[in-house]
């Protein structure tokens, strides 16, 4: 027990003495945190629009404000003809092109039926698919409207229409900053927990201190250890400091127990500096643990449904991602926040998240040697 | 009493390709001051690794203090006090904190044992408050001595202590080496300096992962049979490349501001001759004598004689 004391305070003052290492707990977080967020924002918006009116009505004006006053359009350029729309859409100056066609009020009026053509540039799927989406909605309203003017309503509606409403739980206002920053910070704390904790043990290594640790009776649970409470001790201050940025910047309040949180967390970071050690032990620069960790992040960080969802991946992706951790603390993370979910609800997160933590760090001591 | 015994003890690197140290068998008694003499890339921190535990034979058997290296590494890492050839503390704790870090990591404390390091300690004691990387060669050296130290070991490995350190330095530092051991600290020293050597008790000669010879320095050198010259004259490098080209010549090679010279024929004296040759090939201010071995001298001596052999 004493000599773990005296390897904490060494490692303590390291940590303290080095201002690089220090800047990055402090500041990667608050920065993180306080900038992304606002740009990992899936609500589409500033939709450029080039519009080919051939009609020049006063129902195609109407149509046409219409669609700018729903806010979520720009105006690209109106085009004398759809080649040119077309042509701003090649030169990306619009994400949309809208034809209407000529007569389109007569047609209307005397018909009771219109086409308007619309040209979507699809090679940013999300927006394509949400821009059209929107219009869509726009072009229904429209029709109905335009048949509450023309055609005298029925006491009882002819045909009988199913309505759609549809109440937001959990997010009500669907803000996508409730449902990003829980996941940031859980990514965080992966990230400067795993990484930092085997860079540390690999400079040990780089400069030859370890050397001289191997010569000495120090037991390797205890060294190991010595390693890893430091770096658990960062982690959760940086999960703190987290979770007052998401209190106070976005005013997130957890709906669920803090202490559940803590408790995942607790052991969610054994299992990640378990991970930063079995890392050190197969690396002998700190360049080398730096490629391995990033690979891993890489691989967490795009399989643990912090931007997509899991649902929508394909089959042997969702595999893998039973194998990430960082997918585990994500979902706890916005289960407990945003749901107030329950330690009921989250057991098996605990146990798998457990479980890993025990294997890779029986994995990790095993791999340790003080002998080559 | 032996110290340190070493059983044909074998290691390879590289899946066996490369044989770092081959077939080594010497004993160190107790209270001695031994010296691994070699250059670069012989074998002598593969030695040192074996002997500390931190790396394991592939053959052959070495004890330290009576004790295993393989079965006994828990009770050598108790008693022994390393200082490997790369500084290799932490450079960003100061030099008191270092010390007493190792001496914690040891189950002492700086005051329990500070006799011991006192000589080397105080020295440095002026810089406590210092960051060791922040530290001169000479200090940084003398600190990784005072945390080899500082938990009382009965035996010390030196892995090149005074590679890049200056002359006064090393010369101190020798100095320090004999006062421990006038403690009753055996020292096992290695040194790729063949000038260091006279001052151990006893050395040996390894060259490529083999021993080539254990003895005293003056045994070592007495072992050196034949006569040896040393010459020189106004145009060195000429003079080198024409002696090799003689064909009476053994070995030639620059020693200080002389060419060392030894014959085919070893006791015989080839003054005569040479002096001759060298006048035929236009060299002025030639000068030539019989001159006593080094140790340099045997080991290159051992090496030609090695490679012949071979």
């Known amino acids: 027990m004493r000599t773990l004391r005296f390897l904490l305070q060494k490692e303590f003052r390291q940590v303290f003495r080095d201002k690089n290492l220090l800047r990055q707990i402090l500041m990667v977080p608050i920065i993180q945190l306080l900038i992304f967020p606002w740009a990992a924002n899936y609500e589409v918006k500033n939709i450029s629009l080039a519009i080919v009116d051939h009609d020049h009505s006063s129902y195609s004006e109407k149509f046409i404000s219409k669609i700018f006053s729903s806010g979520y359009f720009i105006h690209s350029d109106y085009t004398s003809s759809f080649k040119d729309a077309y042509q701003l859409i090649e030169r990306d100056k619009a994400d949309i092109a809208i034809e209407i066609p000529q007569g389109f009020e007569k047609n209307l009026v005397r018909e009771n039926q219109q086409k308007i053509f619309l040209a979507v540039n699809a090679i940013n799927g999300v927006k394509a698919i949400v821009g059209t989406g929107y219009l869509a909605s726009i072009i229904t309203d429209y029709n109905s409207q335009i048949r509450a003017e023309w055609v005298q309503a029925d006491r009882f509606n002819a045909a009988p229409a199913i309505e759609i409403t549809s109440s937001n739980w959990f997010n009500p206002l669907l803000n996508y900053k409730m449902f990003m920053v829980p996941g940031i910070l859980a990514f965080l704390v992966t990230l400067i927990g795993g990484i930092m904790c085997s860079l540390n043990i690999v400079r040990e290594k780089e400069i030859g201190t370890i050397e001289q640790i191997n010569v000495t009776p120090i037991r390797k649970q205890y060294f190991i250890l010595g390693k890893l409470l430091p770096f658990w001790i960062m982690a959760t201050f940086v999960f703190t400091l987290g979770l007052l940025i998401s209190r106070f910047a976005y005013g997130i309040i957890p709906q669920g127990s803090i202490v559940l949180l803590y408790a995942f967390l607790s052991v969610y970071l054994f299992a990640v500096l378990g991970m930063g050690l079995l890392i050190s032990t197969y690396s002998d620069t700190q360049q080398q643990a730096m490629s391995i960790s990033f690979f891993f992040i890489m691989v967490f960080n795009l399989l643990s449904g912090l931007y997509t969802p899991i649902e929508s991946m394909p089959a042997w992706a969702k595999v893998i991602t039973d194998f990430n951790p960082l997918r585990y603390f994500i979902e706890v993370m916005r289960m407990v926040v945003l749901k107030g979910s329950s330690f009921h609800d989250v057991s098996h997160h605990f146990l798998v998240i457990f479980l890993m933590a025990v294997v890779l760090n029986t994995w990790a001591i095993l791999n340790y040697r003080k002998t080559t | ?310």
């Open chain 2, 1 to 310: 009493m032996t110290s340190v015994e070493l059983n044909n003890v074998t290691k390879k690197y590289d899946k066996e390709k490369v044989v770092a140290v081959d077939d080594v068998s010497l004993s160190v008694s107790k209270g001695e001051l031994f010296g691994l003499i070699g250059p670069d890339g012989a074998g002598k921190s593969s030695i040192f690794r074996i002997l500390t535990t931190l790396l394991l034979p592939d053959g052959g058997t070495a004890t330290v203090e009576g004790y295993d290296v393989v079965k006994d590494y828990k009770t050598i890492r108790g008693n022994v006090g390393y200082m490997p050839g790369r500084f290799s503390l932490y450079q960003d704790l100061t030099v008191e904190e270092n010390l007493s870090f190792f001496a914690t990591v040891f189950g002492t404390s700086i005051e329990e044992n500070y006799e011991l390091i006192k000589d080397i300690y105080i020295q440095i004691e002026p810089f406590k408050k210092r960051r060791a990387g922040k530290l001169s060669g000479g200090m940084k050296q003398k600190l990784a001595l005072s945390c080899a130290l500082i938990h009382k070991p009965s035996i010390l490995f030196l892995d090149e202590p005074t590679t890049g350190v200056d002359a006064v330095s090393r010369k101190e530092f020798w100095e320090m080496l004999k006062r421990l051991k006038q403690q009753g600290i055996t020292i096992m020293v290695s040194t790729p300096y063949m000038d260091e050597a006279t001052l151990c008790d006893r050395i040996a000669l390894i060259q490529s992962g083999k021993i080539l010879s254990v003895d005293t320095p003056s045994g070592i050198v007495k072992s050196y049979h034949g006569k040896l010259f040393a010459i020189k004259s106004d145009a060195m490098y000429k003079l080198m490349n024409d002696l090799r080209a003689f064909e009476h010549t053994r070995s030639c090679f620059a020693f200080g501001e002389y060419h060392h010279i030894s014959f085919k024929e070893r006791d015989k004296d080839y003054t005569e001759e040479v002096l001759n040759y060298l006048q035929a090939k236009g060299h002025t201010g030639v000068e030539i004598k019989s001159v006593t071995p080094a140790i340099e001298d045997c080991f290159i001596d051992m090496v030609e004689e090695k490679k012949s052999e071979a």
